[in-house]
């Protein structure tokens, strides 16, 4: 735990103690300290709430005297809400003409001189004058508008400024990369306006939509994320998701932009809990009449039975034009009439297929076939549970994996196995991707098994646990290689990397105060730097300033002193990863933290996006943060565990 003196909650997850809390607020980066109930709209009460204004603060209040929820124009993980009764395109300007203090004529007259001619009084002209020119912003052309919409999207506050008019409302609907919209009669009610719908159906960009039931109290963490008083009422969201569905379908109409569609219902339930998709004849029709671009198709979070997706799917528009599907973390149940309806991907010309595995019952399949796609499949990702195949290798899966000739990149999670793999291989001909993100190498026999395996240009694994034969000249046809746990430095420096042609990825490193004098680590850090012919990319990097044993030690004045000379040991030794790409620093129990600590960090943390300190302690003073922006320009995210 991270300590100070005062308690704030800042993440569902996490504990963070601060003296003081200060935004991080620039153009590049921006310090996420988000309470743990920061949600949802003002139906919360389970009725409108209007708006009163507030001179003071800037923005119309709720007549519970809090601020309304805003419209969040963001990105892929943000939840579209508005203020009752008010389209979403004019909210923002709406808040501030209700507390701008009225002017007069004179004081207008005068304004405008200060700002060079732009004033409220912008469009009147005594009689017999030309009107002047349009200088204020929102009088530019629209093409120019949106330039400046994408540049500012590309700068990182892509959430921010469409909360500044209705015009950069408006441009952000037309380029955002993707939209969540939550489901329920009373959410679509107030966010579906005329004008909302009228600008996605306006729409030309490549669109992903997410259509999104919320959690209910039967989710195993409902109340971790909720607080009591921001509980929607749940007769809103329990309705069954396909009328939810079809209700929003209804009020969207024709949005040609969408060719991604994601339906999720959010909550960790079991699968026997798992919210019902129903696939009425007409729903296929439905979901086309709104998406008829729909490339891809996600559902998530829902129970299924084959047959209704089997029906779902082998709609002809659809099984024609459909390109990806990913049915993880959903129940597709065998239905109760074998036969109804043919093969599960009957018809379908899929490219990329994502699926679970299905829990282990009697006389069940743990994988439809996959003989319907072999002419079409390319790419294919099985997301297993640990306790269904942990102890299965990949002979498991050859029988249902043999018919997909033109099959090139494999996924398979929870696998600790790679017996097979030959055999595996040899149905596979095209295959030249494969990726087991959860196996670990640990013996010589396995390294050999996947070097021996040359088709596999591409190759991803959870880590390769260090032994002692040499591999780094070894013949090797890798031309990419990603590690996603954690990665031994010696096992750095004998791994055969000098067939790499693109960059190297590695998960997590760690390195201990008592590794600073360790050949081992000098030479792991040499060849990530300067030995290796292609860039590389480590995910994260975490500097540990204590042991074990030392953990139990009273902090004195001493143990301060000697960690300093420590972590600018530390520090030195690992400087030439700075030509790596580290996109989060993370450093364990340094007690004391202050400004000077910031400098001494800030050449490993030039580039990253992530800076963490855990289990330590710090008193933060402006001139922590003042340093932070100023010497890790590139940070959007600072954490303290």
């Not at 300590?3 to 153009?27: D, Q, Y």
């Not at 291989?425 to 021996?452: E, I, K, S």
């Not at 996006?609 to 922590?624: A, D, R, V, Y």
Request: glycine share 4%; proline share 8%; charged share 15%.
């Amino acid at each position: 735990m991270f300590t100070s003196e005062k308690n704030f909650g800042v993440t569902a997850t996490m504990l963070v103690r601060f003296r003081c809390c200060v935004p991080l607020r620039n153009t590049r980066s921006q310090l996420e300290l988000k309470p743990t109930a920061h949600l949802l709209s003002s139906t919360a009460q389970g009725k409108p709430q209007q708006p009163v204004p507030d001179t003071q603060g800037g923005r119309p209040r709720c007549s519970s005297g809090h601020p309304p929820p805003a419209l969040l124009l963001c990105s892929d993980t943000a939840l579209w809400r508005q203020q009752p009764e008010s389209d979403p395109l004019l909210l923002c300007g709406a808040a501030g003409h209700q507390t701008a203090p009225a002017m007069s004529q004179r004081d207008m007259q005068h304004q405008a001189a200060v700002d060079g001619g732009a004033s409220a009084t912008d469009g009147y002209s005594p009689a017999g004058q030309a009107p002047p020119p349009a200088t204020r912003l929102l009088d530019l052309p629209p093409a120019l508008l949106d330039d400046i919409d994408c540049r500012v999207m590309q700068l990182g506050a892509r959430s921010l400024l469409p909360l500044t008019c209705s015009v950069f409302s408006q441009a952000r609907l037309l380029h955002a990369p993707a939209l969540r919209i939550q489901l329920g009669r009373q959410c679509c009610d107030q966010l579906l306006t005329p004008r909302f719908v009228a600008a996605l159906q306006a729409r030309t960009s490549r669109l992903a939509l997410i259509l999104e039931q919320p959690e209910t109290k039967d989710s195993g963490c409902y109340r971790k994320h909720f607080a009591p008083t921001l509980q929607l009422p749940q007769t809103e969201y329990t309705q069954d998701y396909t009328d939810l569905l079809a209700y929003a379908l209804a009020k969207l109409g024709k949005c040609a932009a969408v060719e991604v569609c994601k339906l999720v219902s959010s909550g960790v339930y079991r699968p026997d809990k798992r919210k019902h998709l129903h696939c009425p004849p007409g729903l296929t029709k439905h979901l086309l009449g709104s998406f008829p671009s729909l490339t891809a198709l996600t559902l998530q979070g829902l129970c299924v039975s084959s047959d209704a997706l089997a029906s779902l799917l082998s709609h002809p528009p659809l099984a024609l034009q459909l390109q990806r599907l990913d049915i993880t973390k959903t129940s597709v149940p065998d239905s109760e009439e074998p036969g109804a309806v043919g093969p599960l991907f009957q018809g379908l010309q899929l490219k990329q297929l994502s699926i679970d595995v299905a829990h282990p019952k009697p006389y069940s399949r743990l994988l439809p076939s996959f003989e319907p796609l072999a002419q079409h499949l390319t790419q294919l990702h099985i997301a297993s549970w640990e306790s269904t195949h942990g102890t299965k290798d990949l002979s498991f899966f050859r029988e249902c994996l043999q018919p997909l000739a033109q099959l090139q990149v494999l996924t398979i999670s929870h696998l600790y196995r790679i017996k097979g793999l030959t055999e595996v291989l040899r149905a596979l001909p095209q295959l030249h991707t494969l990726q087991l993100p959860d196996f670990p190498v640990n013996g010589q026999q396995q390294l050999d098994t996947l070097l021996a395996a040359t088709q596999i240009t591409s190759l991803q694994l959870r880590t390769i646990n260090p032994f002692d034969t040499f591999y780094a000249d070894a013949p090797c046809s890798w031309q990419r290689l990603e590690l996603t746990g954690r990665v031994d430095w010696k096992a750095i420096t004998y791994l055969p990397l000098h067939s790499l042609s693109q960059p190297l990825v590695l998960g997590h490193l760690e390195i201990l105060k008592e590794q600073t004098n360790e050949p081992k680590v000098a030479a792991a850090v040499h060849l990530l730097a300067q030995a290796c012919n292609v860039p590389v990319k480590i995910k994260e990097l975490k500097l540990t300033l204590r042991s074990f044993e030392q953990r139990q030690e009273v902090i004195t004045p001493a143990v301060l002193q000697q960690q300093r000379v420590d972590l600018a040991q530390l520090v030195a030794l690992l400087q030439p990863l700075q030509r790596c790409c580290v996109g989060k620093v993370v450093v364990d129990d340094l007690h004391g933290v202050t400004a000077a600590d910031v400098q001494t960090l800030a050449p490993l943390c030039r580039d990253c996006t992530h800076f963490g300190l855990t289990s330590g302690s710090m008193e933060p003073s402006l001139e922590f943060w003042r340093l932070l922006v100023q010497l890790m320009p590139a940070v959007q995210k600072v954490e303290f565990i």
